[in-house]
């Protein structure tokens, strides 16, 4: 079996100018980046403006298990699927990050046949956009702290400085450092510690900004720490708003390049799906909705972490109007989730399978609760057995869900008919509905809780000190009526990695709330989640090189 | 008078295609990055190889004072010249960095009518170049905290690692740093401490490797530090050679973009000139000189840095042979080191000029030894007097030195036709030999008073203990015969910054010895040399934003 890259370079890319074109994207508006990627100006809203918005479609997932789901597979597939249908299609995905491509991932554009291109560029350094976001990350670091060497005019208490600085990459020991040692020279010295990129503010502001306007607001926004009377000190305070906006000029615009098949494909930004919302830019889909009838996005993670943040935070924030939702599974994955060790995953296991079914339902009650229809992808692997495609049938027909098995990464689209044709029914026969899960004059606990017993099926939510502090604090400043993004593993629906399946009375513990104004929403930590990964015993990165005609090794 | 950036935005740019069609460059060998930028893959290079090799112009300057004096505008400005005199021409310049534009210079590419544009973008992220390079300096920090952390099979000593860290920001708070903090699941407590990108080995060794097989074995002997044994532990025992070059396949392809008037600018590479080597890359360099008839490039600060290790260094290790060198001085900085203040210096004061000209004088004895021709560029200030002009002519007079008065910043290349038709005339009428200054076959301690003497002027040189550890164990390990590259301050030929115009009798101290492996030197630290700058009290990042219609304000 070939690998994901040997896939990639034996296609035949077309120019980018060829794909704009299909979506009637005029070439003045496109910047580009080599001869397979562009920037897309912003200025071509103007021109698209009476355009009718596309039919929005989600794909989403069980939690994921080391098995893999293959999310981002399905959705380009389905694209491919739809476009050998005839219908007039694009896909919105995320920028894959350096780190976890470096670490366990060796890449994150799809699989075999169904995966966006080209696959080396996108896995590394792409338009530079994450780098874009770095810089602007760490130059308000660097200010913050020259602010304070200077003077500290605005009286920043160095013990609470919640701005910290960022690599691209999975970097364990930058989590927590101390910084500005030396003596009067070089500062003040500080606790300080790094994220990872996608980790950043910054990122969610540029996947949630509307137009450069809104950018520049919400980054000047953005709450950097505390002063020594416990208010809180902005980017607008430290008058840098103007700079970290010029630092995005160009990372703001959408970039487009192909999937293996020529569907157009908008890659622009990714923020995490704990501590952020997980989305592709809410500039990048509401340019594909005016260029092509049906979009197909994805959000990270599972229906509870990158879907429900997709649904409550991302479109409503932007008035996106999803018409539906595919729920990506695996016959692997549901056996995880059913009790199966992950080196007994080959052995057909019926039982396994049906118990671990119960994550999948709860994932359907989920986007049924928004007023979705959803369509469920049953992702194909080779070792799973017809006995096992028969009793998920089964299970689907039972329950009265549309079901499709999928079999994008060995066969492109034409893996995703079945998927497509369904998808496509449901949209024009099912009426979609959709509604967030709560109401943003709630109470941030009554927020909380909506996410907590109606996404993940939790009991009760507990309150740590700190949490029950910062949610009073945040009301006291005025941000009582944000959104709530739930910082929470991706592995279960509970706030434990180890409790797969459907946990059931269970409570979920919100460890701290941190404010996150340029955003625009607070962020509650769940139980232990990181911003910052480490690297696995033989990184990814070990297998990588280039070859003698220079390209890439080691990227899959 | 007109800002540089809004001098810029007037111009009516051509499309790169032109740019290179005008040098011959096939369009095949251009990746585009936007309409004016573009990659040029070195695959171009067997196509020119039987071209004749271009007269290579080196410009530097006197020792750089507070007061300016416009290399990288006399660069631009005498390329445009020799262009209007219909010559075939092409410059060679190095990539701005984030950090001191955003600090204090707010931009880096020439200026008034002598600029490379589109100066916002090669101010800013440009074609990612420097990120790439931050994202792999950093990903090696990270398999070595990693490698630690996994059990440390190398035996790494954790206090005698010397890879550092970097970001391209000044940023003095990350100069110190305690890193792997929070327990067994961080990693190990350790120093690090930050660099500006630049600083960089990999930006040493893009900048000097001749291929990408020569960069890859660049990469691999990069020493990160020692192991228990006192043993050097380089990028190959870590096995993330491959992925380093990987990370680096694009950066090391030389950027095209064009001047003001459309002469060709191949800016590529970007070290700092006081710990590496200070001069646009080697691969930047050699494209140019197989595809015009002259190139004009600039080294980082005076004759004694990037002057120094262009000629001892790149010109050695890439076989270049300059033709002729110009000599880059104003009247106020001439001043400045003849003791002018700077709030005086628009006063008339020949005198002072008079004295500082022995600044002048000690570079122009530097070059000769190199075995070259030289010109002198005065580059004209608004408040030079006639009596001023005239003396300084006559000095030149007296000492049989060529010199021109050139007004490129307001003129463009009108202003520097006189110093071309110099340029070309002593290319055409003297004969250069180049030789460096030293062989490699001499000892670290005869090649480091080779520079200290014969550049600097200094009577003596000492070596503190640590330094004269260094050397000895440098020579143990088999680096004797490396070449040397002096770490000094810019402002003054001695090691004191303060000591301006012509220092006599002063010895150099040598404080430290680092060997920078992949680059092939032994960096040799006087004085306080910084490798992490700082931020002024109002950084020009205060004023920078964009405007409505989404353009860049506050770069110059």
Known sequence: MLSDLAIAKQCQLQPIETIADQVGLDQAFLEQYGKHKAKVSLDVMETVKDNEEANLILVTSINPTPAGEGKSTVTVGLAQAMKQLGHSVSCCLREPSLGPVM????????????????????????????????????????????????????????????????VDLNDRALRQVIVGLGGVKQGMPREDG??????????????LATDYD????????????????????????????????????????????????????????????????????VVATKMASKLTDYVVTEAGFGADLGGEKFLNIKARQANLDPKAVVIVATIRALKMHGGVKKDQLNEA????????????????????????????????????????IQALTTWCQDHGFKVALTDVWAQGG????????LVVETIEEEQATFRPLYHLEMTLEEKIEAVAKKVYGATHVDYSTQATEDIARLKEQGYGNLGVCMAKTQYSLSDDPMKLGRPEDFTITIRECRPSIGAGFIVCLTGDVLTMPGLPKEP???????????QAIGLF
């Open 349 to 388: 296991n019926v039982e396994a399978l049906l118990d671990g079914l119960q994550n999948l339902k709860k994932h359907t009650e989920t986007i049924a609760a928004f007023g979705l229809p959803f369509v469920i992808a049953i992702n194909k692997f080779t070792a799973d057995t017809d006995e096992e």
């Open 194 to 207: 790094f994220n990872i990129t996608v980790a950043s503010e910054i990122m969610a502001i540029l996947c």
């Open 214 to 281: 809104d950018l520049k607001k919400r980054l000047n926004r953005i709450i950097i720490g505390y002063n020594t009377s416990g208010d809180p000190v902005t980017v607008e305070d430290l008058n840098v708003g103007g700079a970290l906006t010029l630092l995005l000029k160009e990372a703001f615009k959408p970039n487009l390049v192909q999937t293996l098949e020529g569907v157009p494909a908008f890659i622009h930004g990714g923020p995490f799906a704990n501590i952020a919302h997980g989305c592709n830019s």
């Open 103 to 166: 670490g366990l991932k060796g890449g994150a554009t799809g699989g075999g046949y169904s995966q966006v291109v080209p696959m080396e560029d996108i896995n590394l350094h792409f338009t530079g956009d994450i780098h874009a976001i770095t810089a602007a990350n760490n130059a308000l670091s660097a200010f913050i702290d020259n602010h304070i060497f200077q003077g500290n005019e605005l009286n920043i208490d160095v013990r609470r400085i919640t701005w910290k600085r960022v």
């Open 540 to 550: 990814a990165a070990l297998k990588m090189d280039i070859d003698d005609q220079h």
């Open 414 to 421: 034409k893996g995703g008919q079945a998927l497509a044709k």
